[in-house]
T-cell receptor, first 114, second 114 residues
Framework: ETGVTQTPRHLVMGMTNKKSLKCEQH?????MYWYKQSAKKPLELMFV???????ENNSVPSRFSPECPNSSHLFLHLHTLQPEDSALYLC?????????????FGSGTRLTVV | GDSVTQMEGPVTLSEEAFLTINCTYT??????LFWYVQYPGEGLQLLLK?????DKGSNKGFEATYRKETTSFHLEKGSVQVSDSAVYFC?????????????FGTGTLLAVQP
């Protein structure tokens, strides 16, 4: 497989559940990102990992917990979510070279919290 | 902080009509500017980019010119097709910084009718 793969494509979870979103890239990139896409809002940057270290965390609630075990994999662990967390969660990767490099996005996970 | 403002959609056009989607930005220094496209059920794909003032990015008949004096990066296409129906996102990458993060607008839905 090539590109950025996200699983699952769709997820419905209750507010007391714990689930994880997975992202995998086969592009040899050294940076990975989680974005939240909600209707009529700009894409919200949640987390940035560069060289497997978290370098940015944009005031995201602690019910979202990222994990980057290696440069090819990125997870977003979810627990005790709220209905307003329902959104499309997009993963992206890039090759960071002096601040340059375009993004490659996955197809996203459509999350519904009930 | 840095931000991107796009015209609200949806934009509905007939096939072969001329397209303009407005985008303005607020940023310090000289950011790089991008247009991404999201087809239904997919992630975002890079459409075109410009990295310095007066640069013109172009791809698949779409064009956008980096206008420093008006802080704008409007997307244009001379003759749209039904297959261009998608959500279009304007984005900027701040100058400087090491994380290569992108800041997106809200997206503009384009619907092209036959």
């Amino acid at each position: 497989e090539t590109g950025v793969t996200q699983t699952p494509r769709h997820l419905v979870m209750g507010m007391t559940n714990k689930k994880s979103l997975k992202c995998e890239q086969h592009l040899g990139h050294n940076a990975m990102y989680w974005y939240k896409q909600s209707a009529k809002k700009p894409l919200e940057l949640m987390f940035v990992y560069s060289l497997e270290e978290r370098v940015e965390n944009n005031s995201v609630p602690s019910r979202f917990s990222p994990e980057c075990p290696n440069s090819s994999h990125l997870f977003l662990h979810l627990h005790t979510l709220q209905p307003e967390d329902s959104a499309l969660y997009l993963c992206a990767s890039s090759q960071v070279v002096r601040g340059k490099g375009g993004y490659t996005f996955g197809s996203g996970t459509r999350l519904t919290v009930v | 902080g840095d931000s991107v403002t796009q015209m609200e959609g949806p934009v509905t056009l007939s096939e072969e009509a001329f397209l303009t989607i407005n985008c303005t930005y607020t940023a310090t220094g000289y950011p790089s500017l991008f247009w991404y496209v999201q087809y239904p059920g997919e992630g975002l794909q890079l459409l075109l980019k410009a990295t310095k003032a007066d640069d013109k990015g172009s791809n698949k008949g779409f064009e956008a010119t980096y206008r420093k004096e008006t802080t704008s990066f409007h997307l244009e296409k001379g003759s749209v097709q039904v297959s261009d129906s998608a959500v279009y996102f304007c984005a900027l990458r701040p100058s400087g910084g090491a994380t290569n993060k992108l800041i997106f607008g809200t997206g503009t839905l384009l619907a092209v009718q036959p």
